[in-house]
Structures are given as C-alpha cells and as structure tokens.
C-alpha cells in the first residue's frame, strides 16, 4: 500500500476550503505537498500563502495556472503576458519551483495562428522565468479544450516547444486525465525523460459517462484510465516527484470535505 511521502493535493481539489483550511487539513492528514492555484492566495498574497504552507511542513510543488496566451486582441495578449510576469515573481514568493502553464485557445483564433501566439507567448515570458529561477511548465489538455482552453494537446506538440526553446527550464506536465488517450503517450513520455522534462505529474481519473468536459473528473480508480502503468513509465523516465491529485468534481466537492479527503487519501494508497 502506498505511503504518502509523494502524495500533494491540489488546492482546488477541496474547492470549498479556503487555503487556511485546505493547509490544516493536509497536513493532519498526512498529505506532504500542495499545489495552489491563484485564486486560492490571493487575499493572502502569494509570500504569507507560501509561508504558511512551508510553516505547516507541506511543499509547494506548484503555482497554477498561467498561459492563456492566445486572443485575437493584441492589447489583450500584452495584457496576459504581463500578467504571468507578474505570476513568475508570486511563485518565487510562494516557492513553487514551476508555473503550470495552460497554453490558450479563443474560438475566433485559427488554430495556427493560436500555436503562433503561445510560441510568442513563451518567448516573451522566458527570460524573465530564467532570471527567477522558476520553471514553465506546459500541459498539453485534451483535445476536446482545442478551441477554448488550449491548442497544445499532445505530449508530442509540447515537447516540440521545450525542444525549441532549448532551455532547461521549460518542460511538461504529464496529466492523466488529458493524455491517457494518446497511443504515443508512452513513448512521448520516454521522449521527455531523455530531456529531464518531466515537471509534474498530475492524476485523476476518466469517468464514462463524462456528465461535464471540466467539472465532472474521476477519483483515482473509477475511471478508464490506467494510472499505475502510466506512473511506471513516468518514474522509468526518471521524474521522482509528487504525485498531485487535481479533480474538479462539483459532485465531490458537495461532499462534507474532511470525508471527500479521506476518499483522495484512500484511492492514492490503493489506485496509484
């Protein structure tokens, strides 16, 4: 049975608690890392939100979510790229070493043009992520979020920009729930961890049938997807961090949440 060393929770998992709470609860409960979204630390400010988590013996693995790099307005992208500038300084503050990066999509952007504008996107951003030492992690979601959320949709397509960057801190995150699909996926993550470019490591699972495309997400273990042979290969690639828990699930989050935490803590022991 799996212990939880490895284990982290994103903060959006319990949606209901504010991030006082979600930290407390965590750590009672034997979780060791967190994951914490924007809007989470906002009221806190990203260096008190960072402090608490680190006073409370809990990592933070990430900062998320940036990106959302492509709009058919140019001041609005300009305004979208100073705004994950300004995300690079919160997570140094916090002392997330990356920052998930959600790439974009807008249904009046050709899908070209739109893999132009993340390109553009990180470009302008990069230096800026050296400078901090903070890393840029891409994750390619599922194709169904091609015209609204993200055109980056495969491994593949995501390695290509870390290979055309060529910088030690752009890199991928290896989420379930949007790559358990993929007949390449593992050899794409084979591909990555001849690169060091496994960054995070994110679980889930795919539920049939799917009653919403973003807030209807599985517990690990009652879904479709094969997450122990999924986290082999990732592991024999060489990443050998957390293993973050992110669900968005507004059945589960109905749920009383010191139960609903019991049910992750469980299903991660028993399906990861």
């Known amino acids: 049975m799996e212990n939880l060393e490895r284990l982290a929770i994103h903060s959006i998992t319990t949606k209901p608690w504010d991030l006082q709470t979600a930290v407390m609860k965590y750590k009672d409960a034997g979780v060791r890392g967190i994951s914490i979204w924007k809007e989470a630390y906002e009221a806190l400010g990203a260096k008190k939100a960072g402090q608490l988590a680190h006073s409370a013996g809990l990592d933070v693995v990430s900062l998320i979510r940036g990106g959302f790099f492509v709009h058919p307005v140019k001041e609005e992208r300009e305004v979208r790229i100073a705004r994950n500038?300004?995300?690079?300084?919160?997570?140094?503050?916090?002392g997330a070493p990356h920052i998930v990066l959600v790439c974009g999509a807008h249904p009046n952007v050709r899908i070209e043009e739109a893999r132009r504008q993340v390109a553009e996107g990180i470009s302008e951003i990069l230096p800026a992520a050296e400078r901090e030492r903070i890393k840029l992690a891409i994750e390619p979601l599922h194709p169904m979020y091609a015209a609204d959320r993200s055109v980056i949709n495969t491994l593949s397509e995501a390695l290509d920009l870390c290979d055309y960057f060529e910088s030690s801190h752009v890199g991928i995150v290896v989420d379930v729930y949007h790559t358990w699909w993929d007949p390449e996926l593992h050899v794409q993550i084979e591909r990555a961890g001849r690169g060091n470019r496994i960054f995070a490591f994110h679980v889930c699972d795919w539920k049939t049938p799917l009653e919403d495309m973003l807030e209807d997400r599985g517990l690990m273990g009652e879904g479709n997807i094969d997450i122990p042979s999924i986290r082999k290969t990732v592991e024999k690639a060489g990443f050998s961090g957390f293993v973050e828990v992110e669900i968005f699930s507004r059945r589960y989050w109905a749920l009383d949440q010191d139960?609903?935490?019991?049910?992750?803590?469980?299903?991660y022991r028993k399906s990861v």
């Open 259 to 267: 139960i609903w935490l019991g049910m992750i803590v469980d299903s």
């Open 85 to 94: 500038l300004s995300m690079i300084h919160e997570a140094a503050e916090l």
